[in-house]
């Protein structure tokens, strides 16, 4: 009998988080298209930020998510301190939507739910059917594994050990007996780190009379404090402003417990209006938490420009603390549609900077400027932090190629690794050409009115070029291709034009070989910064 509890129990709990794992991550795939949106609202009003919070967690049904992916993008300061208060507090509410799912009364309906799934899985050929009916079988898994557990629990209930084990936690037993249930709820959902997984179990152990309605509030408070877990471990290692966030939550969630705690009998009392727990027990469940949520969120949204300020004294950012040169951060790769739209905001930045870098570049060999002028070393920096600029991009959409995503997320993902790598070679072209300037420059040789009118114009119609390709990626019109590459064949026609004729009035007079050599590397080089460009077309038309 025991091993047969034990089977019923751990079997049940598994298939209930697989579940949640499934609803969760399919509810992320569904929706995540729609969250850049959706943050994209947020502005510096809190009550704003705070239902933003509530859509977002409601949406990919996990608290956990959607604090972790906010901590990311505090960290990558995409978000203020503010709005992320703001969005973690709609979190807490929005979480307790997972209660409600759970007072659905349809655990003998979740197997049939789960097989009917599997089977249209198995022959669906759309990946977005498949996601939806991933989520549908997610679901079913969850009332399966509720009912699992259920009947594994049910002999408990006659078992003197786990009657005196449940005793050492009772609510109604005094002050003591809230604070340890609040305790025990918070370790529980600490080390499985899901709050949807103690709600459950916690429903079941009340739904089997194992334990009283009071105990079950009690579990559910604690519940809310274990959740805060997720987000300081998503902290570690993070920026001020994130760990401000953790905290933040963590506080929040802490004094909100310990407040109602204070007044535990009357708490009841007052829940006791809504819901009757001797007649629904999981309904009470469900309301006590987000009654709780709720109630905390509204003492607490007013004040969040003052609990910032605290926590900007309090924590403050290390000089060592490199700052990142994208908005991107691997918290975010909780919702990877977020960081595949990111990045192309962070490559349409890159364009825009090299479209500068190109106007300085000419001033350089138009004016003949010294190494020293700031046109010159602008040039230079651009490239160095395009490199790293690159490589932050490349790093990160790299990870979400690991997941388990739909084929258009992956085929993004891959376009902008790509496409980045493109122009960052275009801003080594660039530095090539100054050095070729500098050198130049250094050997007193200036090139001759010809050369610069040359130059001028084989620059003119790149940076044309490189112009023309990337508003068409910023403004996502793909379809350029047989224009771009009659752009590119005039470049290459002018290249050759241009090289004949140097060749011929070098074979008419003598020219230094530092300045002969120097001129035809640029040319040579504007060819390439030609070749980018017509790559990043033929990209994007995979």
């Known amino acids: 009998m025991g091993l047969d509890i034990f089977f019923k129990v751990i079997g049940g709990l598994g298939i209930f988080l697989y579940g949640m794992h499934h609803m969760s991550g399919g509810m992320q795939k569904i929706a995540g298209a729609k969250i850049k949106s959706i943050i994209g609202l947020l502005t510096k009003n809190r009550v704003i930020a705070c ?34 208060l703001g969005v973690i507090l709609g979190a807490n509410i929005g979480t307790t939507v997972t209660g409600w799912i759970l007072v659905l009364k349809i655990g003998k309906y979740g197997l049939p739910m789960a097989g009917i799934a599997a089977i249209f ?27 699992l557990m259920s009947e594994g629990f049910k002999p408990l209930r006659t078992m003197p050990f786990f009657i005196e084990l449940f005793h050492s936690f009772d609510a109604t037993s005094g002050f003591g007996g809230v604070i340890a249930a609040a305790l025990v709820g918070a370790l529980l959902t600490a080390i499985v780190q899901s709050s949807s997984a103690t709600l459950g179990i916690t429903i079941v152990l009340a739904s089997q ?14 519940e809310n404090v274990g959740t805060t877990i997720t987000a300081m471990l998503a902290a570690l290692g993070a920026r001020a402003n994130a760990k401000r966030a953790a905290i933040a939550h963590t506080v929040i969630n802490v004094i909100g417990v310990t407040w109602v705690v ?16 001797v007649s629904n027990i999981t ?64 490559i349409n930045k890159m364009g825009t900077e090299i479209i500068s870098s190109f106007s300085d570049l000419k001033k350089t060999f138009i004016d ?13 920096d651009l490239e160095d932090r395009m490199d790293l600029v690159q490589d932050e991009i490349a790093s990160i959409n790299s990870k979400v190629l690991t997941l388990d995503l739909e084929a258009p ?23 090539r050409i100054a050095f070729i300037h500098k050198r130049l420059f250094d050997n007193d040789q200036k090139l001759s009115k010809k050369n610069l009118e040359e130059l001028e114009k084989i620059h003119t119609m790149t940076v044309d070029f490189f112009d023309y390709v990337d508003t068409s990626y910023k403004d996502e019109n793909y379809k350029i291709l047989g224009e771009a590459t009659k752009r590119s064949a005039n470049i290459s026609n002018l290249y050759k034009e241009i090289r004949r004729n140097h060749l011929d009035r070098m074979a008419e007079t003598t020219k230094s070989p530092v300045l002969v050599t120097g001129y035809m590397d640029i040319l040579n080089h504007y060819k390439r910064l030609s070749d980018h460009s017509l790559t990043v077309v033929e990209i994007l038309n995979i």
Do not use: C, W
């Open 209 to 222: 009379g194992m334990i009283n309605s009071e105990t079950a509030v009690a579990l559910v408070l604690g």
């Open 51 to 84: 239902i933003v919070g509530v859509v977002v967690t409601a949406m990919v049904q996990s608290s956990s998510v959607s604090t972790v992916m906010t901590i990311g993008f505090v960290n990558a300061s995409l978000m203020s301190l503010k709005q992320a």
């Open 283 to 346: 309904k009470y469940i469900a309301t006590a938490h987000t009654m709780f949520n709720v109630t905390n969120v509204l003492l607490f949204l007013p004040f969040i420009g003052y609990i910032a300020k605290v926590l900007e004294k309090m924590i403050v950012e290390k000089a060592e603390v490199v700052k990142k040169l994208t908005h991107l951060d691997e918290r975010m790769l909780e919702t990877p549609d977020v960081v595949v739209e990111q990045t192309k905001l962070e």
């Open 409 to 431: 997320i992956i085929k993004k993902a891959r376009k902008n690794i790509a496409i980045s790598d493109q122009y960052e070679s275009v801003t080594d072209y660039l530095k």
């Open 121 to 147: 899985y198995l022959f669906a050929k759309n990946e977005k059917v498949k996601t939806k009916v991933l989520t549908f079988m997610g679901l079913g898994m969850i009332f399966f594994g509720l009912q």
């Open 368 to 380: 003949n400027l010294p190494v020293d002028s700031k046109e010159f070393q602008n040039v230079l």
């Open 262 to 277: 204070s007044i535990f009998p009357f708490y009841l009392k007052f829940l006791a209006n809504f819901v009757d727990p």
